[in-house]
């Protein structure tokens, strides 16, 4: 958490952001925090099922159809062309199985 915060206000520092979602789960005290400290406008968005649904039927859309791309970060590029589409079950895994986020 303390990696986003930093990044959050180096960002603030660099550009006039509008507004920042967040998922309130554990990010609610922080989010207060970045309010008062930078004047940051901070919209709660939890992860509720609805919201990952779409965001996931969207998501393995793109990896099936090879049209999910991230240009100009090599770490980030090397992850994405990674991804592979599974049939067993809605989480992401990388070419040999292992799972890419905790499902």
């Known amino acids: 958490m303390l990696a986003v915060s930093e990044k959050m206000r180096e960002l603030a520092g660099r550009y006039a952001l509008r507004e920042v979602s967040f998922d309130p789960w554990r990010f609610k005290s922080e989010a ?37 791309t991230h240009p100009g970060h090599l770490d980030l590029d090397r992850h994405v062309a990674a991804c592979v589409a599974r049939q067993s079950g809605p989480r992401l895994a990388d070419r040999r199985g292992r799972a890419l986020l905790p499902g």
Do not use: C, N, Y
């Open 32 to 68: 207060m925090r970045l309010e008062a400290d930078l004047g940051l406008i901070l919209v709660e968005f939890p992860q509720s099922h609805a919201r990952m649904t779409v965001a996931s039927e969207g998501l393995h859309k793109v990896i099936v159809e090879v049209k999910l």
